[in-house]
């Protein structure tokens, strides 16, 4: 057996004997069948997941046929759940979005702008690249979508400075808009899929709806604190990358005057933006304003791509990836494995009675185990934030806080390339490999967790959320 054949054997094996333990130990107590059998499949596909020992897509659909194999899910249907939703589609439409911006040229032309702007610096720009991330939250809410637009920009930006996709600054520019830019999105209510799915179930929990101001005023310091110290961690690990040689001279570079395809895709992607940002006043659903570019993108005569272009550079993957996760994490809170699960890691906090600080950090711990196994965040979301702040309710704590701390703890993290949509497709793109971002996840966990404890509870306690309130 040659070593390649051998290497994808070794790590088959690993997979395939979490699954059978999993699967065929006894099934605990308060935990059904079905759970038992989803909680296998999950196993193994985070096992294959950290590992890529298959690609990354077709570890989503084998997961998705080993639901009906193993009885996880009592139909087909339940299967592909995931396929149903609307978060697939709406990735769809902003990849689509962000393909067109580039094939107009206004990614060269920004990419441009930006290396003028930073005077030939990779210091500079990757602090503008880190700022940008906040900053564009309030025209482009969507991580997933400024993502889409902005991997484009940098790999221009790259190509420019004729850094190789594997260079330490190629890695941290990609690792951080993989890793980090999802942060500047969660500040805000309307930001995404995170800060919507939890102020939902936070709100529902508690009683009291969220507004856009209390979400900014509770969220906003929190993630950008994340975000700073995040970009920090990023730029240490790649260092040796940004001493780049300042080559490039920046007086020569010109952009030439705006054609009409980057008009177009401004207007598209100002248009898209805004009707994300009103959804207050017509209530569309995020998908639909991404679909809605999708079509005006691919309208002959008028749009920018044709069908051949989507076929051939959109990067399929990314659908099954997402669509597949979504699929498992409802197939493991449907089963009822959720709630056990998160109850066994998070209730046996219950000898820490009279400690909140040590509660919280128990809480949070757990959290970040749930997080490590729960690839898809809304998944995350839906089964530990009720059991987290139940149980801190039952112990003294204020719900509230406990809610929004479990929050912060899992989504300041992406540990795989199947982490979210907001990163897959740049994680892919850059072909960043799993050791190295499940490496940063850890990180990146330690990060959340000591950020929480010394500025975020102090904060929230001057704005009149105390851990015991």
């Known amino acids: 057996m040659t070593s390649q054949p051998k ?36 196993a193994l596909a985070v096992v294959l997941w950290a590992t890529e020992a298959l690609p990354i897509a077709v570890t989503g659909i084998v997961g998705v046929v080993l639901l009906v194999l193993v009885n996880a899910v009592p139909d087909v249907e339940a299967a592909l759940f995931g396929f149903s939703q609307p978060v697939p589609y709406f990735l769809i439409g902003i990849l689509t979005l962000g393909l067109a911006v580039q094939r107009s040229g ?5 990419a441009v702008y930006m290396i003028r702007l930073a005077g030939g610096s990779s210091r500079a720009l990757y602090g503008q690249m880190l700022f940008s991330f906040a900053a564009l939250t309030f025209a482009l809410p969507s991580a997933s979508t400024r993502g889409a637009i902005l991997v484009h920009v940098y790999e221009q ?36 899929i995170t800060p919507i799915v939890a102020s939902s179930l936070i709100g529902e929990l508690t009683g009291e709806g969220f507004s856009w101001t209390r979400w900014f005023v509770l969220m906003a310091l929190p993630f950008y604190s994340v975000l700073l110290v995040g970009g920090a961690v990023v730029y240490v690990a790649y260092r040796s990358g940004f001493r780049l040689e300042n080559v490039v001279d920046v007086s020569s570079m010109t952009t030439g005057p705006l054609r009409l395809p980057e008009i177009k895709a401004a207007l598209i992607a100002l248009g898209t933006a805004l009707l994300w940002f009103t959804d207050f006043a017509h209530g569309l659903a995020p998908t639909v304003p991404a679909l809605i570019a999708m079509a005006i993108i691919l309208l002959p005569g008028i749009g920018l791509l044709t069908w051949e272009d989507l076929e051939r550079d959109l990067g399929w993957s ?14 493991i809170i449907a089963s009822g494995a959720a709630a056990w699960f998160a109850d066994t890691m998070v209730g046996s906090v219950e000898g820490l009675r009279g400690s909140p600080t040590l509660v919280l950090l128990a809480i949070a711990g757990a959290s970040s185990v749930v997080r490590m196994l729960m690839p898809n965040i809304s998944g995350y979301l839906a089964f530990i934030i009720p059991v987290a702040m139940s149980t801190g309710a039952s112990l003294g704590l204020n719900p509230l806080v406990v809610g929004l701390a479990v929050v912060i703890v899992g989504d300041s993290v992406v540990f795989y390339p199947a982490g979210g949509a907001a990163s897959v497709f740049i994680f892919q793109r850059a072909n960043l ?9 850890l990180i990146m966990t330690v990060v959340a967790i ?15 959320e105390s851990l015991t309130g």
């Open 318 to 331: 990314n659908f099954f990836v997402i669509a597949t996760s979504l699929s498992l994490a409802n197939a």
């Open 106 to 110: 206004l990614a060269e032309r920004m």
């Open 433 to 441: 490999r799993s050791p190295e971002i499940f490496r940063l996840g």
């Open 7 to 42: 290497a994808l054997f070794l790590k088959l094996v690993l997979p395939l004997a979490v699954f059978a333990a999993v699967l065929l130990m006894p099934t605990p107590e308060g935990l059904t069948v079905e759970g038992q059998r989803a909680l296998a499949v999950m």
């Open 450 to 464: 000591a950020v929480l404890f010394a500025i975020v509870l102090p904060y929230w306690r001057l704005v009149g």
């Open 157 to 192: 930006v790259m190509t420019h400075w004729r850094v190789p996709q594997e260079a330490p600054l190629h890695k941290a520019i990609m690792m951080a808009m993989g890793a980090l830019n999802r942060l500047g999105s969660t500040a805000l209510l309307a930001g995404g």
